[in-house]
């Protein structure tokens, strides 16, 4: 059985993905927390998840590098800088990086892409996401995977058209942009939808995670996925085969 390493095996998504591997036909290489070495679970493992934090990533993928294992980088919040980290690493070995593991949210990703690419620049592209109160990073890695395939579908990047919240006299909505609200409380596991607005009538496509595990077993489905996997770069989508 293929032997999981957890990065992060003490928050919540790390103690998910421990108490689902059983059901998934895989073993648990070992785990480490904040302030523990990646090095020998790197070695131990034959693939690693990694849900830790932004700060912990560049040694993360040393020591993936070191041993030659396929890491899947779940972790939110990244930056440009974390995504160089990132490039710099797939000549080496394989990564799937990625801001939401749940199946449905991949499936969700590639009918907003459709969508944006056949619907002209009359439609607005809203993305409102809600989790609870004690996620600490706006907007959520899945908002952005959700925005960044509008954009591609829009054959622009998110980065150009992304406009993150508004506040006071915001103007006029500029055409060709792609909002993106945030709202956080109570204990939302994490809801999302894109609303597709054009004259005269709305398009809405969204996802609702009821429980936590669903991001646990596509971990581990993409993780088993991943394993043995040649050196690059991967997505969720080519885990569904999209």
Known sequence: MTAIGILGNGGRMGRAIGNALASH???????????GDPAPLAAAADVLVDFTVPGALAANLTAARAAGTPILVGT??????????????????????????????????RLVREAAARLDQSWDIEIVEMHHRAKVDAPSGTAQLLG????????TTLGDVSVIGRAGLSGDRAEGTIGIASLRGGSVAG?????????????ELGHRAEDRAIFASGAITAALWLAGRAP?????AEVLGL
């Open 25 to 35: 036909g895989a073993t648990l290489a070992g785990g480490i927390d904040a302030g």
């Open 76 to 109: 939110t919040g990244l930056n440009t800088a974390h995504h160089r980290l990132i490039d710099d690493a797939v000549g080496e070995i394989a990564v799937l990086q990625t801001g939401n593991t749940s199946l449905g949210v991949t499936l969700l990703a």
């Open 148 to 155: 960044e395939a509008a954009a591609r579908g829009r054959g």
């Open 191 to 203: 809801d999302h939808q894109v609303i597709f607005a054009g004259p005269g009538e709305r398009i």
């Open 232 to 236: 690059g770069r991967y997505s969720m």
